[in-house]
């Protein structure tokens, strides 16, 4: 295997492995890698790739996987499963056609015209809890 020359690596990759050099080289043996150079990988396996900034700082592919799955799940949980929308906040559309699909290829179109909108909640749930 023939490995990378130092051009072939990207500015920040190549600045950020030369910050872990440096550290290695005045770090006392048994010394935990500092959060700040921990923040550094994430953020440049996040845009350069997990395997490929792993190689280059010469850091575990695991112990980096695990850090950059707990900050995408940190910025993820607060977004919301479910919106509800108001009725009074929304306009009526004069006709609107919505459709339900399951995975085995039954589907459902329902034709709406004017303002009553039915219960569209109950009805999917009816359509995919049939048997």
Avoid: Q
């Avoid at 072939?8 to 550290?23: C, Q, T, V």
């Avoid at 921990?38 to 575990?60: F, M």
């Avoid at 950059?68 to 609107?96: I, N, Q």
Wanted: charged share 30%; proline share 5%.
């Amino acid at each position: 295997m023939v490995g990378r020359k130092r051009c072939d690596i990207p500015g920040p990759l190549g600045r950020g492995r030369d910050r872990f050099e440096a550290w290695r080289r005045t770090r006392r043996a048994g010394t935990r890698i500092p959060d700040t150079l921990w923040s550094l990988a994430v953020k440049l396996a996040d845009g350069h790739g997990l395997n490929r900034t792993a190689s280059i700082l010469g850091l575990d592919y695991y112990s980096l996987k695990k850090r950059l799955d707990a900050r995408h799940s940190d910025s993820t949980s607060v977004s919301p499963a479910f919106l509800e929308l108001s009725s009074l906040s929304v306009a009526a559309p004069r006709e609107c056609v919505i459709e339900f699909e399951d995975g085995l290829g039954a589907s459902l179109r329902v034709h709406l015209r004017g303002c009553d909108v039915p219960d569209l909640v109950a009805l999917g749930r009816s359509f995919w809890s049939r048997e």
